[in-house]
Nanobody
């Protein structure tokens, strides 16, 4: 069993930056590929970024490419999402998720464990 806790969300203005963290407990994170997902009001959950077990392979949805960076520090059992040049359309609850295995996936149903989420609001 893996417990995931997100932090770092908040209310920011257009163009600002935020760094989300996802701290894991229960098992070592190096056994898992990780993903960040988000869900905006009235919309379906979507993948934002994903990373393989070592950090050597990453995925980004088109709308965040060049602005967001996913990374991980396995020794700290933590995954990060650095978000720059934030836009109002980035407003959502952001969730981290863990997938048993080494490779990332872009579908939420491929992930086994989920955090409770952290709210990101970008104000215009």
């Amino acid at each position: 069993q893996v417990q995931l806790v997100e932090s770092g969300g908040g209310l920011v203005q257009i163009g600002a930056s935020l760094r989300l963290s996802c701290a894991a407990s229960g098992r070592t994170l190096s056994n898992f590929a990780m993903g960040w997902f988000r869900q905006a009001p009235g919309k379906e959950r979507e993948v934002v970024a994903a990373i393989n077990w070592s950090g050597g392979s990453t995925y980004y949805t088109d709308s965040v490419k060049g602005r967001f960076t996913i990374s991980r520090h396995n020794a700290r059992n933590t995954v990060y999402l650095e978000m720059n040049s934030l836009k109002p359309e980035d407003t959502a609850i952001y969730y981290c998720a863990a997938r048993t295995g080494s490779s990332w996936k872009a579908r939420g149903d491929e992930y086994d464990y989920w955090g409770q989420g952290t709210q990101v609001t970008v104000s215009s």
